[in-house]
């Protein structure tokens, strides 16, 4: 998992149809000191986090288990989502 | 995932079967700095090192379309609904474009928060 700040949203109708319906938040990933580290990424998101929120995101099959339970959520398109809005950290 | 822009394709003879057909784009990924200073913490800068990304393409992208790419199972996932009869989903890719964006709505453009 990664912890970002959220900066925005993308939209897309052109899209694989296992994308349809989703919520699409654009990342950006923070460093070791908090900071911004210039990366930038896309997750899923079903926790309705906005703009500025500090999240998690997790990535690979722990995404898909943000989405519906395992094992059994292969079909699902998901390698990123929210996995929770940080309140604090240190 | 990631958003990125297609900078150009790649073509190949010899490959293995179950890439047989699958279009292959190049896709440069935005950097916090190439996106427009008012989001927090663009402004300070940075060069665009990532690699580009080669990653499999059934939306019909081209050159110059900003894009969504997922890596791994997702990618497969992605590309299975569009293959041929026969061929299956188990083919060597970990990344492919999942949607062609329309629109980017970045912070300060309408205001912070919901």
């Known amino acids: ?90 | 995932m990631f958003l990125g822009r297609v900078t150009g394709s790649v073509w190949s003879t010899v490959k293995w079967p179950a890439a047989k057909g699958l279009k292959l784009l190049l896709v440069r990924p935005y950097r916090l700095a190439d996106l427009p200073p008012t989001v927090a913490g663009a402004a300070a800068g940075g060069e665009s090192l990532d690699d580009l990304v080669v990653c499999a393409d059934v939306l019909d992208a081209g050159p110059g379309d900003d894009v969504l790419v997922a890596f791994g199972h997702a990618a497969r996932v992605a590309i299975a609904g569009a293959l041929a009869p026969g061929q299956t989903p188990d083919a060597p890719i970990d990344a492919a474009v999942v949607a062609v964006v329309d629109r980017v709505e970045l912070e300060g453009e309408r205001g912070p928060g919901r």
């Open chain 1, 1 to 90: 998992m990664i912890r970002g700040t959220i900066i925005g949203s993308v939209w897309a109708t052109r899209q694989a149809a296992g994308l349809a319906g989703r919520k699409l938040v654009l990342v950006a990933a923070r460093d070791a000191e908090g900071r911004a580290s210039g990366r930038v990424v896309v997750a899923i998101d079903t926790l309705d986090a906005g703009a500025g929120d500090d999240v998690t995101v997790a990535f690979g099959s722990g995404a898909r288990n943000v989405l519906a339970p395992g094992p059994d959520n292969r079909a699902l398109l998901c390698d990123a989502a929210v996995a929770a809005i940080v309140e604090g950290a240190g």
